[in-house]
């Protein structure tokens, strides 16, 4: 069974970076395509990004456009969500995801989903 384990989520101030990581162990992310969520505290999960298995990004959400994106790392078995410029309203959990029958193409509706890791984005 797949599984799925974010990190690099934490504290930062409004106007910083940060690199979140997706990992996963006992299969190549490089067959999988990377779904990126987010939720915040009292709204609904919204849909960020997709890497897909050749590196190409799609975005799924507008608001993300021009500071979030993705990255492979296949030496490291990790796909990464940079976030540059973050504001208050970015503070959330930040999950990926892939889908156990469509490995290798992007979907909104993902099945297999990590733990997730907390951004707080302070003004």
């Known amino acids: 069974q797949l599984q799925l384990a974010e990190s690099g989520g934490g504290l930062v101030q409004s106007g910083g970076s940060l690199r979140l990581s997706c990992a996963a162990s006992?299969?190549?992310?490089?067959?999988?395509?990377i779904n990126w969520f987010r939720q915040a505290p009292g709204k609904e999960r919204e849909g960020l990004l997709c890497?897909?298995?050749?590196?190409?990004?799609?975005l799924y959400a507008n608001s993300v456009k021009g500071r979030f994106t993705a990255s492979r790392d296949s030496a490291k078995n990790a796909v990464y969500l940079q976030i540059n410029s973050l504001k208050p309203d970015d503070t959330a959990v930040y999950f990926c995801?892939?889908?156990?029958?469509?490995?290798?193409?992007?979907?909104?509706?993902?099945?297999?989903w990590g733990q997730g890791t907390q951004v707080t984005v302070s003004s």
């Open positions: 995801a892939v889908s156990a029958i469509s490995s290798r193409f992007c979907t909104t509706t993902p099945d297999i």
């Open positions: 006992g299969v190549t992310l490089d067959d999988y395509a």
């Open positions: 890497i897909s298995t050749s590196g190409g990004v799609t």
